[in-house]
């Protein structure tokens, strides 16, 4: 049975939560706040943290940065009614796996908890290579060949992404539901432009180019 954390301080939420994941067969325990939420984290092993992003005093944010620079991979959900696009990077960017907008649907927050815990142990390693290509996840560094790359925070994940379905055809709409978090409504050209904004930094002479485009399919990442 896997075992999940919910930290959030609305008290009739957390507890709607935690009867609605428990009747889907999960363990789950619970926190009201970011202390709180952090002893339980050092007491037990989770598979999965859904952590509000407004709790009092620490914030989830900074509780999320807490834990990635201590080396904790734990697969985390964030929730939050903030929903501009610069708040969605800033939650990734502090190490959060997926991102929910306030209010949403119980089911499709169930439909991501299973998402992240199909992920094997191998995506949760801090350090992700394929040939001469290595990424930092912790310290969010890029490396080609020795030479460390500056990818911004879109481009980072995208690259990430890949990485982790090497040798898969990856398609703009999958870029759109899972990276942008948009369904598959974001733009088609956003994605290409920073498409091409990856393989300017990546690809190097001499070196054989990392991302392919499959015609009329996206993009495919070569291991």
């Known amino acids: 049975m896997s075992r999940l954390l919910v930290i959030e301080d609305e008290r009739k939420l957390l507890r709607s939560l935690q009867r609605g994941l428990e009747a889907e067969g999960y363990d789950v325990a619970t926190a009201g706040t970011s202390n709180e939420g952090q002893a339980r984290l050092a007491t037990g092993e989770f598979d999965c943290v859904i952590l509000d992003w407004m709790l009092p005093g620490r914030d989830g944010l900074q509780l999320l940065a807490d ?20 708040d969605r990077v800033a939650g990734l960017d502090r190490g959060a796996d997926d991102y929910l907008v306030k209010p949403f649907a119980f089911a499709e ?6 998402a992240l ?4 142990p191998a995506d949760r390693d801090t350090v992700l290579q394929v040939g001469d290509l290595d990424i930092d996840l912790l310290e969010r560094r890029v490396r080609r060949a020795g030479e460390e790359l500056q990818l911004r925070g879109r481009e980072f994940e995208v690259l990430v992404y890949l990485l982790r379905h ?8 999958m870029l759109s539901s899972d990276v942008w978090k948009e369904g598959p409504h974001a733009s088609s050209n956003v994605i290409d ?17 990392l991302i392919e485009t499959i015609r009329g399919v996206g993009y495919r990442l070569r291991s």
Request: no cysteine; glycine share 6%.
């Open 193 to 209: 432009v920073t498409i091409k904004e990856l393989r300017r930094k990546l690809d190097r002479a001499g070196l054989p180019p």
């Open 109 to 114: 927050l169930v439909a991501r908890v299973r």
């Open 166 to 173: 090497r040798d898969e055809d990856i398609t703009r709409a």
């Open 67 to 86: 834990l990635r620079r201590a080396g904790n991979r734990v697969p985390v959900i964030l929730l939050t009614a903030r929903d501009s696009v610069e």
């Open 117 to 120: 815990l199909r992920r094997g």
